[in-house]
């Protein structure tokens, strides 16, 4: 349930992409101006993930997921019976506002009930799920619109609904009341800054969000990679969101299967040096090949989807273990809030400028690859120099305290 909770946010960015030919013609507008549908959702998003950490850090985790999807779902009918295209806008910025409470607290839930070892094992099966939601969602968005692009918004509303039902009669708190933090505007400022204070918690969000941009920037760019450079149809995005789900699931697998075996920095290091591999890789062949071709144009992406599934989880674990168990919900917001933005600067600046191109492509997501690395080896190297110095200290202070009774 807590995978299906992560998915509904990604899902719903671009369900719709399919439908936007329909949705023009209905509703009278231009294709550049459909991006907008993409850009509210992802603005309230971000800015509501703010609050849904702190939310359930006060609340409780449970509360606050059933009532997200219940308005979720409320929203996704707006959108199906929106007359118009500004109030199509309106109520897409409405749905943002909820659709990311189940990514968010369930990440903060999952670390709550499980240990170190079985949290990195759960959250590698959530991530496969949360990461393949924005390559599955075009495709069943491609199955629908033949029906109406408003079936896509059904189908949405029918989806939080189910997920409200299913959280209110199989879902259990695990946060208890006495642990919870009073919800007040102040406790909320104060910690959710005390977290971005925190340098490793803002290296490791910012690194989440280069790592997970690297995938993201195909999945944004997806329109410009299927019809674009490879020439398919609306409904031909599966031969790009197959492969790179192909990665994701069995890098999840892999994932699951070392937790447990080695360390998590180990096991992160290991996804980056693939994604770093394979994206050098994929710049090389973009650089001979000229005009990318099946199969070769979708083998990078899905590599790089598989080191993903291997760095993700470890990085959002270590972010939550930053932080206090009535506080995790705020850090799982300060990741989310810095990954939604990133995102939004990919998907809105960064896949535009890049998209007509395989090499200009392959070299972004390289580039963003490499800043994650970057970010990551630094955050290893000063955790090390603070462990030795921690570990010095102690024979230090263990040898003063010796020190008198052998003078005696």
Known sequence: MLALLAMIGPFTIDTIFPGF???????????????????????????????????????GRRPVIIASCAAYAVTAVACALAPSFGLLLVARAAQGIFAGAGTI????????????????????????????????????????VPYGWRTIFWFLAALGAGLALAATFGLRESLPEQDRQPFRAGTVIRSVARRYRDLPTTVLAVATGLNFGAMFLYISS????????????????????????????????????????????RIATLGLAISLVTGLGNVVYAALAGDVALPWAVVGPSLTSFGIALTFPVMILAILDRAPGNARGAAASVQAFTQLIMGAVISSVVSPAVSGSGLGLA?????????????????????????????RARRTGAHAAESPAESC
Do not use: C, K, N
Request: neutral net charge.
């Open 222 to 265: 997806a329109p410009a990679i299927v019809e674009g450079l490879l020439g398919r149809g609306e409904q031909d995005y599966w031969v790009l969101f197959v492969p790179m789900i192909g990665g994701l699931v069995v890098g999840s697998y892999v994932a699951g299967r070392l937790g447990g075996r080695t360390t998590p920095g």
């Open 21 to 59: 030919g329909a949705i023009a013609d209905e509703l009278d507008v231009t294709a550049p101006a459909l991006q907008q549908t993409i850009s509210v959702y992802l603005v309230s998003l971000a800015l509501m993930s703010l609050l849904h950490g702190p939310l359930s850090d006060a609340f």
């Open 105 to 144: 607290v369930g990440r903060a839930m999952i670390r709550d009930l499980l240990d170190a070892s079985a949290a990195q094992r759960l959250l590698s099966q959530v991530t496969m799920v949360f990461g393949a939601a924005p390559a599955v969602a075009p495709i069943v968005g491609g199955l629908l």
């Open 363 to 391: 070299a972004t997501a390289l580039s963003l690859t490499v800043g994650a690395a970057l970010l990551w080896t630094g955050h290893v190297l000063t955790r090390r120099r603070t462990l030795r110095a921690q570990a």
